[in-house]
């Protein structure tokens, strides 16, 4: 039965076809351990000794109980009661042999997850590190030769890749995924286990080409869509959320018109339409090194690059270039392998030539950086209060930006379709230079009225925010007494 229940967004890619959506049993998954997923109800077979509905996973519903009198109860923390009511589940021995095959393909997901699969992320949101090693004037050759590998990785494949804490680096980017991990894992006093491991990937983003998301057609920034880091094979067959415990960001460039990250109190677990009472946004500088929670919704929206210059012009050569860790300590994301040979090959070639001796050695000597983080508050009264105010005289700037963009890859769940994220965001976020010793930002809402939210299609956008542009915001959902949002949202 569920352990505690509640109305969210299902925030799950369906990137693997050959797997069937919603056509597994996710007790062959957890068995009896609480996993967040679409709990269903059953009023059809008779209900269980505390008088309640049979509930059950969305592969049961759909399956086993089809033509039943089903009914959606809510996305929340449960495991699914139909295995054990004797000859009900239909499907639980083809979700065992799937379990095994995804295991046999480098998984956990045969039954036996991490009992403490669940444990909170020692993170509670986020935190600013730096690297000295590239953020140094002499480290700027050596955080150019990272670039020059991650440029080479990028045109073999854009995957993400995983390297296990006991495993020997074969090349450098290798190398500076354990330094990360090891990093965190010291930092937190952590012990790792069979299952624990890095996940990552590097992304290049020419800051003069499209980029093929809503906030940035060609001609303007590339940024990346908000969503969710998991694990995404898991999410389609089973539709459960499993999720990094701790996720990061190493910037290794800072070229004008570079999307900051923006990093959101909000995780697919809570109420959709809930309050965001917090965001961070992080402009990217050579050694700066972002961790966060992994579960909370993040992205680097184009709309929120820099108004004022810094670092190199846009233009030829001009790119963001980010390394990307994300530290999980109790499941191996299904099919996310070691780097192919081939390409360790190729990186190692690369890094033969580059300018800097022994990049195999690598070490970055994290060390925790908070001084560049400014804490900005915003209220109900600094928002315009009439299409009449004068929006540039405005501390705050409002956003409506899109939670995963038409022209991504993946399929949306039906619960994200129509999704934007609106906001209000002081102005000294965005209005960074280049000799500006802050570059980071914590924005906390006071009040319901200012607070950010997730809001549907029907919900209110200013004129220029409704494409995912910055503008003025009149959302009726908000109002003088705090309602929050509108019931359509």
Aim: aromatic share 8%; with cysteine; hydrophobic share 35%.
């Amino acid at each position: 039965m569920p352990d505690h229940l509640h109305t969210s967004m299902a925030a799950f890619d369906t990137s693997a076809p050959e797997i069937e959506e919603a056509s597994l049993c996710s007790f062959a998954l957890g068995q009896e351990i609480l996993l967040n997923q679409p709990v269903y109800a059953c009023y059809t077979c008779d209900p269980g000794e505390d008088g309640q509905p049979l509930c059950c996973c969305k592969g049961c519903a759909h399956k086993c109980h089809a033509g039943h009198q089903v009914q959606f109860l809510a996305q929340g923390k449960a495991y699914c009661d139909c295995f054990q009511r004797p000859g009900c589940c239909q499907i639980i021995q083809e979700s065992i042999d799937q379990c095994s095959a995804l295991l046999t393909a480098g998984g956990t997901c045969n039954g036996c997850l991490d009992k403490d699969i669940n444990a909170d992320s020692p993170i509670g949101w986020m935190d600013l590190h730096r690297a000295p090693v590239l953020a140094s004037e002499e480290g700027a050759g050596v955080a150019a030769n990272l670039v020059d590998l991650c440029e080479a990785l990028v045109v073999e494949s854009k995957d993400t890749f995983w390297i296990s804490p006991n495993t020997e680096a074969r090349c450098p980017l290798e190398a500076m995924a354990l330094d990360i991990f090891h990093y965190h894992m010291g930092r937190w006093g952590l012990e790792p286990k069979e299952q624990s491991g890095a996940e990552w990937w590097v992304q290049v983003k020419e800051l003069t080409a499209p980029c093929g998301t809503v906030d940035s057609p060609e001609g303007q920034t590339p940024g990346v869509d908000l969503h969710y880091d998991k694990d995404e094979v898991v999410a389609e067959a089973f539709e459960i959320g499993l999720y990094p415990d701790i996720s990061t960001v190493t910037y290794l460039t800072e070229a004008h018109g570079s999307a900051p990250t923006a990093v959101f109190q909000k995780t697919a677990e809570e109420e959709v339409d809930s309050p965001i009472w917090a965001v961070g946004v992080v402009h990217p500088r050579l050694g700066k090194h972002l961790s966060f929670n992994g579960k909370f919704l993040h992205g680097a929206p184009g709309m929120l690059v820099s108004t004022a210059p810094y670092g190199p012009a846009e233009g030829a050569g001009s790119r963001r270039v980010t390394f990307l860790v994300n530290v999980w300590l109790r499941h191996k994301p299904v099919g996310v392998n070691p780097l192919p040979k081939a390409i360790v090959d190729q990186v190692n070639r690369v890094a033969m030539s580059s300018s800097t001796s022994n990049l195999m050695d690598i070490a970055l000597y994290l060390r925790p950086d908070d001084s560049s983080v400014q804490e900005l508050a915003v209220d109900k009264c600094m928002l315009p209060s009439n299409s009449d105010v004068d929006i540039d005289a405005c501390p705050v700037i409002s956003y409506v930006i899109p939670f995963l963009s038409d022209d991504v890859d993946w399929k949306k769940d039906e619960e994200e379709a129509g999704l934007s994220l609106a906001m209000w965001l002081p102005r000294a976020c965005k209005d960074v230079q280049s000799n500006d010793a802050i570059t980071s930002f914590v924005i906390r809402y006071a009040d319901q009225v200012s607070a950010a939210f997730l809001v549907g299609e029907e919900g209110e956008g200013g004129e220029e925010g409704e494409g995912g542009e910055e503008g003025e915001w009149e959302d009726e959902g908000r109002d003088d007494d705090e309602d929050g949002l509108a019931e359509d949202a």
